[in-house]
């Protein structure tokens, strides 16, 4: 993140930094980088993502809805990529002999430049706003990948038959860490993730969630705070 923002005096400060940040980035910084882009375009453009976040990448969607065409949209999600402001992540391809998704995910890295194009103030708005639940996924997942370092490829799974691992992590020498992520205290797996599962037979499969109790919600399967799943990402 960003120290100035988390570590404001309150949140209006904290939104007010990065609202600051988003608009020197599109006005000052990111036209260091290429081509001139206007900022308006590029902001709708970002906030579109924001409120994708965690969607299946739609290119041709986003550039209708800006009126630019599909290549046009492809670059700017480029350059955001590039930029280390949003992430694609891929999904697995296996000759399972199944229909995968093969579009990516995409999600806005940082969850408060998220909050901020979608002028999220505070914690309570969030709470009572749609994008909670992708919002807590995509902070869930930026954690565990930096955690996980260079070593685990990312990816998710879903399958056409509704299977689907949030985050699939596969390791060099082929285990695979299978990571639900859930925004409850009372976290419980889905079938599509039981399904998913059997189809990849994973080493590993937790379910994250926002409380502090680590413990087994099957034989096979884990409920974990997300700190400590970071930590045993960084010891695996």
Same mark, same amino acid.
């Given at each position: ?20 940040? =988003? ?11 290429? &081509?001139?882009? *206007? ?49 694609? /992540? @891929? ?16 999600? =806005?890295?940082?969850?408060?430049? *998220? ?32 955690? *996980? ?15 689907? =691992?949030?985050?699939? /992590?596969?390791? &060099? ?5 299978? =990571? ?6 009372? @976290? ?36 974990? &705070? ?11």
């Amino acid at each position: 993140g960003f120290p100035e923002s988390l570590l404001a005096r309150d949140d209006a400060r904290s939104l007010r930094w990065r609202r600051d940040f =988003i608009r020197s980035y599109l006005e000052r910084d990111i036209p260091q980088f290429g &081509p001139r882009i *206007a900022a308006e375009t590029l902001r709708r453009f970002w906030t579109m993502l924001a409120h994708h976040q965690g969607g299946l990448l739609n290119t041709a969607q986003f550039a209708r809805n800006l009126g630019v065409d599909v290549k046009t949209a492809g670059s700017y999600l480029g350059l955001l990529v590039d930029l280390l402001l949003v992430r694609r /992540l @891929p999904p697995w391809h296996t000759n399972l002999g199944k229909r995968l998704v093969k579009s990516p995910k995409v999600y =806005i890295r940082d969850s408060g430049l *998220a909050h901020a194009l979608l002028n999220v103030a505070d914690k309570e708005t969030l709470l009572a706003h749609p994008v909670l639940g992708a919002s807590w996924q995509g902070f869930a997942i930026e954690n565990l990948i930096a955690n *996980a370092g260079d070593m685990a490829q990312a990816h998710f799974y879903r399958s056409s038959s509704g299977a689907e =691992i949030d985050l699939l /992590l596969a390791w &060099p020498d082929g285990r695979l860490w299978a =990571i639900e992520i859930k925004r409850s205290l009372t @976290p419980k797996p889905e079938r599509g993730f039981h399904a998913a599962c059997s189809d990849l037979a994973p080493e590993r499969r937790f379910i994250v969630y926002p409380g502090d109790e680590r413990y087994r919600l099957a034989e096979d399967i884990e409920a974990i &705070p997300l700190p400590a799943l970071a930590q045993a990402l960084r010891e695996a």
